[in-house]
């Protein structure tokens, strides 16, 4: 049997498709079994066993996490190209009208996905999407609507030795010792109304370097970069931090997210990253739907207020300037530094 899986775009979302995937494997542990992903946010999975071949789907360069290499293919490459793999099965994890158009134009007999943007009469068998259910297990309903029974629903990931031995220097490099204990700071999120204020992060940065003798590694994209190096510290601190945006790719940032003490950060794929490769998380979340995007794991601390715009889900411009957000203090985040090192 061939089966495609189709889910491209968003680092979070490649993450959280890992349960579903081991348990198709567990269903089907014979099937060729191909992913449809996006250029470079598809990297963070691309270890993965239980895929044979991932296909990377270049038509849109919209999201900075999505810049393909050489030029970008059109729709009708991708049906030309997936109908003569004659795939029997198709789940269409992706929730859009053209995920669905893509799979019936390509021949695929059986599809099965999200009842979504009127696009069921596409589909051979419809899946109800629930709204307020964690993403993850929205996938595994995929899988449930066939009759398959769900085994697990953790997370994890898969670092190769060439990733981490590249990781080690590129720290090295970067002024970091090899045996020296760093936190990551993640300040930035794919719209900018997720996003804490930059001031309160160089503070816990200051918080961090001055007073939990850890070293701070800012991550992120070339085009974050700037961002970073312009922040403006109130205090002196003893070790400036490092600033590895644009100088790893997200294979390499998994490596450098696993050997982190702790992550701290916006609502963000990078967030998802570190929870498959078990590194503790501290999450500031504000306008989208907790309960739907929270990061998975037992050990993370998980910030958030309580007003009664929230979430928005970002449907809107936001009148309040930011509420959720700026209600996050800066000692609530110390206090949630100080108990997750001590966990």
């Known amino acids: ?19 579903f995937l081991r348990n198709l494997r567990y269903k089907y542990p014979d099937a060729q079994i191909d992913m449809l992903v996006a250029p470079n946010s598809g990297e963070v999975i691309e270890n993965c066993p239980y895929v044979n071949n991932f296909i990377f789907f270049d038509t849109t360069r919209k999201h900075k996490y ?47 996905g999200y009842d979504t943007e009127g696009r069921g009469f596409l589909l051979t068998k419809k899946v109800k999407y629930n709204q307020k259910k964690h993403e993850s297990l ?20 898969w670092i190769k030795e060439s990733d981490k031995i590249k990781t080690e220097q590129i720290l090295k490099d970067s002024g ?5 204990p760093f936190a990551v700071i993640n300040a930035t999120a794919s719209n900018e109304n997720k996003m804490w204020d930059l001031n309160n992060f160089a503070l816990i940065t200051e918080y ?45 940032c998994l490596a450098v997210l696993k050997k982190a003490e702790f992550i701290l950060g916006n609502d963000s794929g990078n967030l998802h990253m570190a929870s498959s490769v078990g590194t503790k998380v501290i999450g500031l979340y504000g306008p989208m739907p907790f309960e739907k995007w929270r990061v998975l794991g037992d050990n993370n601390i998980l910030l958030k207020a309580d007003l009664d715009c929230m979430p928005c889900s970002l449907k809107r411009k936001c009148p309040k300037n930011k509420a959720c957000m700026n209600a996050i203090s800066v000692d609530e985040v110390k206090n949630a530094i100080d108990k997750i090192l001590a966990r």
């Open 1 to 19: 049997m061939k089966i495609l899986v189709v889910r491209y775009r968003f680092i979070g979302d490649m993450i959280l498709t890992i349960p």
């Open 66 to 112: 999505e810049n393909g290499k050489g030029k970008k293919k059109s729709f009708f490459y991708y049906v030309s190209r997936l109908r003569k793999e004659k795939y029997d099965k198709a789940y269409i994890l992706k929730r859009s009208l053209s995920s669905a158009l893509l799979c019936f134009f390509s021949g695929i007999k059986e599809r099965i």
């Open 138 to 157: 929205c996938f595994l309903d995929v899988l449930e609507a066939e009759g398959i029974k769900i085994k697990d629903t953790y997370l994890e990931n």
């Open 176 to 180: 970091l010792g090899s045996n020296e």
């Open 208 to 252: 961090i370097t001055n007073n939990k003798e850890l070293r701070v590694v800012y991550t992120g994209a070339k085009s974050d970069f700037e961002l970073y190096e312009n922040m403006k510290f109130n205090n002196k601190m003893n070790i400036s931090p490092v600033n590895l945006c644009g100088k790893v790719n997200l294979k390499e």
